[in-house]
């Protein structure tokens, strides 16, 4: 059986919750140490404002290939059995799981951090959209891991712009959705 197909990544249409079960009965094997598992809930509060629900909006074909790849991006880095991912979408009130993730490995160490690395990545770069409905409003939330990500591009952009560079693309041990990193090195730099 290849590495993907023991990969389950869903997104649930509205109304239907996540069964923390079934994701975890999917990695669970006779050979795994380590079931590491990531359940993001709705909290009731945030900044002082009363939330009520969250909503969320995908771009379902791209955010499915993002997650997959994302899956494939944490095997590559780490020793893993199998994993699944479940996203909720529409409206997921408070106390509820809008996004499961389950990661089995024979050592606690590759799943920990391999749950880690999927759900960060998620947040970062897969097109689901989150809108939080208050109780005296509604805004939509761009997580910080994307906001992060984004001024990081931006930074280098901006570098790129003020001297002449030479860009260098190169693999990485912990691998993103877009499977590579930029290594900028500048003139005075070169060996």
């Known amino acids: 059986m290849a590495a993907e197909d ?24 006779p050979q795994a140490g380590a079931v590491a598992t990531f359940s993001g809930t709705t909290r009731d509060t945030f900044e002082g404002k009363t939330v009520l629900e969250l909503r969320y909006e995908a771009y379902v074909p791209m955010a499915l290939r993002c997650m997959k790849s994302i899956c494939s991006s944490a095997r590559s880095s780490w020793n893993l ?6 996203h909720c979408l529409g409206p997921v009130p408070v106390g509820e799981t809008s996004v499961f993730i389950a990661v089995s490995a024979v050592h606690r160490a590759d799943a920990l951090d391999a749950c880690k690395f999927v759900i960060d990545e998620i947040k970062a770069s897969v097109p689901i959209w989150k ?10 939330k761009e997580n910080s891991e994307f906001l992060e990500r984004r001024l990081d591009l931006g930074k280098k952009y901006e570098i790129w712009n003020q001297k002449e560079i030479e860009v260098e693309v190169e693999r990485h041990t ?8 930029v290594k900028v090195i500048e003139e005075g730099d070169k060996k």
């Not at 059995?81 to 479940?86: C, E, F, H």
């Not at 809108?131 to 939509?140: A, D, P, Q, T």
């Open 6 to 29: 023991k990969d389950l990544v869903e997104i649930l249409e509205e109304h239907n919750q996540i069964d923390i079960a079934k994701y975890i009965n999917y990695v669970s094997a």
């Open 131 to 140: 809108k939080e409905v208050y109780s005296n409003g509604e805004v939509w």
């Open 174 to 181: 912990r691998k993103s959705c877009c499977g590579a990193k």
């Open 81 to 86: 059995l199998s994993i699944a991912v479940a």
